[in-house]
């Protein structure tokens, strides 16, 4: 079912520019447009090295879903807004995670944090005003209105309360403090798997997925938004600054609770080959046309960053 990595590779290298010259061309430009400091601090948010790997998920869905009967045309405009949409989000999302009163970093994407560059108030600023122009960016998706309807109640639900900002907000209060197992997978659902799991299916809103086909992304993206974090969690342990692009060791250094802090190292890692298992078999039903989401699968499970 897997194809050949390399051939994987230029796909992903393909989609990464893709998604980023849709950012580029989104995000106002400083030299020509008020406030421009404002401006120049979203650009620096969004536009560092990051690996959009939500940006690859609605791709990936989206090709998955319109091989399964989607509309054939437009697609490609609709898909890469919500690409950008989503990775709008995430960027908000690492800028105020960042910030003095949460996580106070100082390296993200292997450079200065937006705060640290732009000082504190224009940091939370460009989070703020990264929120709006995503769901702008989704709204100019050239689809059915109600489809767009749909996109911007997916997006926003996992943005909010219910999701990434409610996770962050049990996350904040539990540190020093510990979770049983089935707490701290709430916490994560919400906080990191939320969003992963909105790409997957945004991808799929977009391109018109049949019933079976969403049946299958749903399940498929909620074991890889869980898998992702056990990734980073393990990362954080294992992992380095130089390659990681952010400070290893903050989990243990806030003593939040982790999957590692929860389960060990070894658990941790037959959880998340377990939970790698759970997204290929989700794909099954879906055929050839997951390939992609296979492969991302596979990435994810292995990435070292
Ligand atoms: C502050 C509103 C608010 C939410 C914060 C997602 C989140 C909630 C905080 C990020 C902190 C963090 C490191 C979470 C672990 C998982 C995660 C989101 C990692 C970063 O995502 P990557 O690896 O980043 O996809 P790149 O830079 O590649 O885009």
Redesign the pocket.
């Known amino acids: 079912m897997t194809s050949a990595l390399p051939e994987f590779e230029d796909w992903l290298r393909a989609t990464v520019e893709r998604t980023t010259s849709v950012l580029d061309e989104l995000l106002p430009d400083p030299g020509d447009s008020d406030p421009a400091h404002l401006h120049a601090a979203m650009r620096y948010a969004v536009l560092g090295p990051?690996?959009r790997?939500r940006a690859a998920l609605v791709m990936a869905a989206g090709e998955a879903s319109r091989s399964a009967g989607g509309p054939p045309d437009v697609l490609d405009v609709a898909l890469d807004n919500a690409a950008a949409a989503v990775e709008l989000v995430?960027a908000y999302?690492?800028v105020?995670?960042d910030l003095p009163c949460?996580d106070d970093d100082d390296l993200r994407?292997g450079q200065p944090t937006v705060h640290r560059r732009y000082g504190e108030a224009l940091a939370m600023l460009a989070g703020d005003a990264l929120q709006p122009l995503a769901f702008d960016c989704l709204a100019q998706m050239p689809i059915a209105p109600a489809l767009v309807v749909q996109a911007v109640q997916l997006l926003a639900r996992a943005a909010g309360s219910d999701g990434?900002?409610g996770g962050?907000a049990v996350d904040c209060a539990h540190a020093g403090r510990t979770m049983s197992m089935a707490a701290l997978q709430q916490m994560h659902r919400m906080?990191?798997g939320a969003l992963l799991e909105a790409s997957v299916l945004l991808g799929g809103v977009v391109a018109g997925a049949s019933s079976t086909v969403r049946t299958g992304l749903e399940a498929y993206a909620l074991a890889m938004g869980l898998a992702?974090?056990v990734v980073?969690d393990i990362l954080d342990v294992t992992g380095d600054a130089g390659t990681l692009g952010k400070t290893p060791g903050k989990d243990a250094a806030h003593d939040k609770p982790t999957y590692v802090s929860t389960l060990g190292l070894d658990d941790s890692r037959d959880l998340l080959a377990s939970l790698h298992e759970q997204a290929k078999t989700a794909l099954l039903p879906l055929g050839p046309s997951a390939r992609r989401l296979h492969e991302l699968s596979d990435f994810i499970i292995g990435r070292s960053s």
Request: charged share 30%; proline share 0%.
């Open positions: 990051g690996k790997v995430h999302s690492l105020h995670d949460m994407r990434m900002v962050q906080k990191t992702f974090q980073d």
